[in-house]
């Protein structure tokens, strides 16, 4: 089995706990069950530094999992950057820890196929809640006018520009390429950032054939100290030269599209 996976490149997945253990367990255990030929190797990143591990030594899983603890809170790039620094797999996945993986088929064999595509930069699934309804992880541009739209009307994207970190599967090349997340991002809109980043570098979003259920928490919404960061990071997006070089470049793209192309 390992030599299947080693000779189709191999996927490493990039979890980071914040006190998720029952989710993290949960999430291993839905790998096992359906993604055995998919993922090659899983780091799990206890971000909290008394963070119990979800796992014990003496559990055997079709993936190696790798457990690292942090002494200190990180932020979410800096977390997955260090997970995925020096990886010899083909390819990198970035999972939270709140997804599930539902149905009976393998949502990575999709992803793959979809992220082996010439020019592909990140593969993406449908995100759905508990109820089965679609989430909105295809986004517009953050500009303060579609801010607005969305918060006082309720309206939808018109168009996709990026995707949420969620669930993202990358060739490592293009990984590599565009240097992981930016660190300056403790939290929030790290995820716009690499998609802009991926994009304006001639690489394409691609949406996969699959579904994730998805338990999002907008903890933004309930506690200050990530309604600041949300703010923060907000801030920066809009200072960057990736936000300004996308609002020129970007084409308006429909929001069911399959694949979110180079400007």
């Keep these: 089995m390992q030599a299947e996976l080693l000779s189709n490149g191999g ?15 949960a999430l291993l255990q839905d790998l096992a069950r359906l993604c055995a030929r998919s993922v090659t190797r899983v ?33 979410f790039g800096t977390n997955h950057n260090q997970a995925l620094q020096g990886a010899a797999e083909s390819f ?13 088929s393998d949502p990575f064999a999709a992803l793959l196929a979809v992220a082996r595509r010439p020019g592909v930069g990140c593969a993406y ?12 992880s295809e986004r517009a541009l953050p500009t303060p006018a579609a801010l607005l739209r969305r918060r006082l009307l309720g309206l939808g994207d018109a168009r996709v520009d990026w995707v949420n970190a969620a669930c993202l599967v990358l060739p490592r090349q293009a990984w590599e390429a565009v240097g992981g997340f ?3 991002y403790h939290m929030y809109c790290e995820d716009v950032d690499l998609s802009l980043r991926l994009r304006l570098a ?9 579904r ?24 920066r997006l809009w200072a960057s030269p990736a936000y300004w070089r996308a609002r020129t470049l970007l084409p308006l793209q429909p929001h069911a599209a399959d694949t979110i192309g180079a400007p």
Aim: aromatic share 4%; proline share 7%; charged share 25%.
């Design 11 to 25: 996927l490493v997945v990039s979890v980071v706990s914040h006190g998720h253990g029952l989710a993290v367990r």
């Design 92 to 104: 990198v996945c970035v999972l939270n820890p709140d997804v599930r993986l539902v149905g009976s």
């Design 212 to 235: 994730v259920l998805h338990v999002g928490q907008r903890a933004s919404r309930r506690h200050p100290q990530h309604l600041w960061w949300h703010l923060r990071s907000m801030v």
């Design 43 to 75: 780091v799990v990143t206890l971000n909290q530094p008394r963070e119990e591990s979800p796992i014990s030594d003496a559990e055997r899983w079709p993936f190696s999992v790798d457990m690292r603890r942090n002494c200190a809170p990180r932020g």
């Design 182 to 184: 930016d660190e300056r």
């Design 202 to 210: 001639g690489w394409a979003l691609a949406r996969a054939p699959t």
């Design 125 to 136: 699934p449908q995100q759905v809640d508990e109820g089965g309804r679609l989430q909105d």
